[in-house]
């Protein structure tokens, strides 16, 4: 097979040509993509002096969108696609190429503990784990590492679906489970970044919460709005035998929960048609 490495990069001029060095002494990448995605530094000049084919976007589109336009160009048979930084170890390449020729689809870098940035979005992203475990019912070990390994046709077919931001890891792994594709996990140690973060805390807070939700509405919308029908149900149950029992009546709160559940429900069960829509061919 043929191996494509992607590299999304916006002002990393301080690392990624020691990036692409060490990449390209694998000796078993046939080419490696850098995506400009509109820097204001000398990315892609020093991109280009290393050897690496740049595609620059005119101005900054965002990772997600960087990616998709790093997948459209990639040639190889698998992509490769990880961060331009400085934290992930080219050496690590090998591991995952060789999950994708033992038969999986997506291979993804495991983040293992000490490799978070900070302990707040270590805890983000072991939420998300949890929840996308039990989504799926099959063990999620990193939901949102940027460092996998994609058969390129496989990854292709789920482009409309990704984002232009920072969300893609997400998408991708839940579009690949849903579809019925093999997914498999290697762990990794990720070093700290080089160079300044893009990351901003509060803006990006409140974009990892919708994570939340867009790993429902991405696997089974049902296996999130079921729970919380339930519950609203037993709360209006429970209210109804409280004021029956004291004061010999159904009240408006009962009616108004017992509507709530049904409408919760309903909105499940719609969302789960509307995304099994999404993956008819697949």
């Avoid at 991708?172 to 594709?181: E, H, I, K, L, V």
């Avoid at 762990?187 to 080089?194: G, L, Y």
């Amino acid at each position: 097979m043929k191996y494509s490495v992607v590299l999304p990069a916006k002002n990393e001029a301080g690392a990624i040509g020691e990036t692409i060095k060490k990449i390209q002494q694998l000796n078993m990448i046939d080419e490696i993509i850098v995506v400009n995605d509109g820097s204001t530094d000398t990315t892609q000049l020093v991109a280009e002096s290393a050897g690496a084919k740049v595609i620059s976007h005119p101005y900054s589109k965002g990772n997600g969108a960087a990616i998709k336009t790093g997948a459209r160009a990639a040639t190889g048979d698998v992509i490769v696609f990880m961060d331009a930084d400085g934290q992930h170890d080219p050496q690590d390449i090998a591991r995952l190429i060789g999950k994708i020729e033992h038969g999986y689809d997506l291979v993804v870098g495991a983040r293992q503990r000490g490799s978070q940035a900070s302990v707040g979005r270590g805890l983000a992203n072991s939420l998300y784990n949890k929840l996308a475990t039990y989504m799926t019912e099959h063990p999620v070990e990193d939901l949102t590492s940027g460092f996998r390994a994609v058969r390129a046709e496989k990854f292709r077919e789920f482009l409309y679906l990704l984002p232009n931001g920072f969300s893609y890891p997400t998408t991708s792994t839940m579009a690949f489970f849903r579809a019925g594709y093999s997914v498999a996990y290697v762990p990794i140690h990720a070093a700290k970044r080089i160079g300044k973060s893009h990351i901003h805390p509060i803006k990006d807070g409140i974009r990892f919460f919708l994570i939340i939700f867009k790993i429902a509405t991405l696997f089974s919308p049902l296996k999130m709005f079921l729970p919380i029908a339930v519950l609203s149900f037993l709360m209006a149950t429970g209210w109804y035998g409280y004021t029956l029992y004291e004061f010999g009546r159904f009240t408006n709160m009962s009616a108004l929960l017992y509507t709530g559940s049904v409408m919760i429900f309903l909105m499940g069960l719609i969302s789960e048609q509307i995304t099994a829509l999404m993956y008819k061919e697949k």
